[in-house]
């Protein structure tokens, strides 16, 4: 049973960051059931990759929900959306500001027939703001908050971070928010309104430029693999066989680094010598340390430098990660069922719990899947239930 066993939450959701946020409250015992519009349902149904014309992205991240088909733009969908919400814990939406005002189902309305509700917004901009009309995508928000610009090479474009970061980090922050909101609410009784921006969730990890403007007036610019402001070195090297990521810890271990590397005299050489100079001199240090890597394979310098404990690691590709002998006794991959896509390979919760660990992996809903199962649940007679699908509403 998981730890979140009892808790209702009534998912608006759709795309990537509120179903990725309400996957976690899932995954953990949650009942979450999720509303899709009628005819229409969650635009991540259209996503590839697919099999049996069914979206593999729209299943990986729905899993553990039951689905309810129920067009909310009508009058009669907005009262049922309001006798679920009403017996429920929380509610998290991911809507363009404003739109559940006009039905009647944000968290002002909705604190009045549930003052203890826990109402999660998720958005690109926030609820307040002078971009808060603005709609949002994941390369959107990694464009406007400087990590486009703060990626690549120097000589190069700027660079998109090949994740969906801007939609993962922001679904985990209002998980976050809505558990300690949830503490909060055992501790007073009072429900309140979570508002994620996408916008702050990036611009929030983009700690070390701003420190650099802020205590030193530095500009901080890309420089690919390399951090050459910060310690040098600290790198991506070409290799036999691909790639092999390397760098110091701290400035002592500089002479440990040239000593594995075969050029022990490179410790002392007064251009090198210090985190500074090697800051300085940073292209002329990066071709010399490069050398020693171009003729060895990443297993080769896997072990040489796990000899020496120098924190490294080879460039590894997905198809390798898929067979990673760590990940999968760690059970970080498994084989799932899902009543689309049938048996399929994904990623699980990587939230390791020891007593209340993440729940038994169930199929995400079909469209409109559960919607009698639900309905039934919150007391809807039979003909409450027939007028609504004889009225187009369920």
């Given at each position: 049973m998981g730890i979140l066993n009892g808790v209702k939450v009534i998912d608006f959701t759709q795309a990537y960051s509120?179903?990725?946020?309400?996957?976690?409250?899932?995954?953990?015992?949650?009942?979450?059931i999720k509303i899709e519009r009628r005819g229409v349902g969650d635009q991540s149904r259209?996503?590839?990759?697919?099999?049996?014309?069914?979206?593999?992205?729209?299943?990986?991240?729905?899993?553990?929900?039951?689905?309810?088909?129920?067009?909310?733009?009508?009058?009669?969908?907005?009262?049922?959306?309001?006798?679920?919400?009403s017996q429920a814990d929380i509610v998290v939406?991911?809507?363009?500001?404003?739109?559940?005002?006009?039905?009647g189902l944000d968290y002002e309305s909705i604190k009045k027939i549930n003052p203890q509700i826990i109402y999660a917004s998720?958005?690109?901009?926030?609820?307040?703001?002078?971009?808060?009309?603005?709609?949002?995508?994941?390369?959107?928000?990694?464009?406007?908050?400087?990590?486009?610009?703060?990626?690549?090479?120097?000589?190069?474009?700027?660079?998109?971070?090949?994740?969906?970061?801007?939609?993962?980090?922001?679904?985990?922050?209002?998980?976050?928010?809505?558990?300690?909101?949830?503490?909060?609410?055992?501790?007073?009784?009072?429900?309140?309104?979570?508002?994620?921006?996408?916008?702050?969730?990036?611009?929030?990890?983009?700690?070390?430029?701003?420190?650099?403007?802020?205590?030193?007036?530095?500009?901080?610019?890309?420089?690919?693999?390399?951090?050459?402001?910060?310690?040098?070195?600290?790198?991506?090297?070409?290799?036999?066989?691909?790639?092999?990521?390397?760098?110091?810890?701290?400035?002592?271990?500089?002479?440990t680094f040239c000593n594995t590397i075969g050029n022990p005299d490179l410790a002392d050489n007064p251009k090198f010598?210090?985190?500074?100079?090697?800051?300085?001199?940073?292209?002329?240090?990066?071709?010399?340390?490069?050398?020693?890597?171009?003729?060895?394979?990443?297993?080769?310098?896997?072990?040489i430098f796990a000899e020496a404990k120098i924190p490294s690691a080879p460039v590894m590709t997905i198809p390798e990660l898929m067979h990673n002998e760590h990940l999968l006794e760690r059970g970080m991959i498994r084989t799932m069922y899902d009543d689309g896509l049938g048996e399929y390979e994904a990623i699980t919760n990587p939230m390791h719990l020891s007593l209340t660990p993440a729940d038994e992996y169930k199929s995400a809903p079909l469209m409109g899947q559960h919607t009698e199962e639900i309905l039934e649940k919150f007391q809807f007679n039979k003909a409450e239930i027939a007028e609504l699908y004889e009225k187009g509403v369920i």
């Open positions: 509120g179903p990725f946020c309400t996957m976690q409250l899932a995954d953990f015992g949650a009942e979450v259209e996503w590839t990759p697919f099999r049996n014309g069914y979206s593999g992205y729209y299943a990986s991240i729905n899993r553990n929900k039951k689905g309810v088909s129920l067009d909310i733009s009508k009058p009669e969908g907005q009262e049922v959306a309001k006798r679920l919400i939406e991911n809507f363009k500001v404003g739109t559940l005002a006009k039905m998720i958005s690109g901009f926030g609820q307040y703001g002078p971009l808060k009309n603005l709609a949002a995508y994941d390369n959107v928000i990694q464009a406007m908050t400087g990590v486009v610009d703060m990626t690549g090479f120097p000589d190069g474009v700027p660079v998109k971070i090949g994740p969906a970061i801007g939609d993962h980090f922001t679904g985990l922050n209002t998980c976050l928010g809505i558990l300690m909101a949830y503490y909060s609410r055992l501790e007073t009784g009072m429900g309140q309104h979570i508002d994620t921006a996408m916008f702050d969730t990036l611009f929030g990890i983009c700690e070390c430029p701003i420190l650099f403007k802020t205590l030193l007036d530095v500009d901080m610019k890309r420089s690919g693999n390399a951090d050459p402001e910060v310690m040098v070195p600290y790198d991506v090297y070409k290799c036999k066989d691909g790639y092999f990521s390397a760098g110091l810890v701290s400035e002592s271990a500089w002479p010598a210090t985190a500074e100079g090697r800051s300085k001199n940073f292209e002329k240090a990066t071709e010399i340390i490069s050398t020693f890597f171009v003729d060895k394979t990443r297993s080769e310098l896997t072990d």
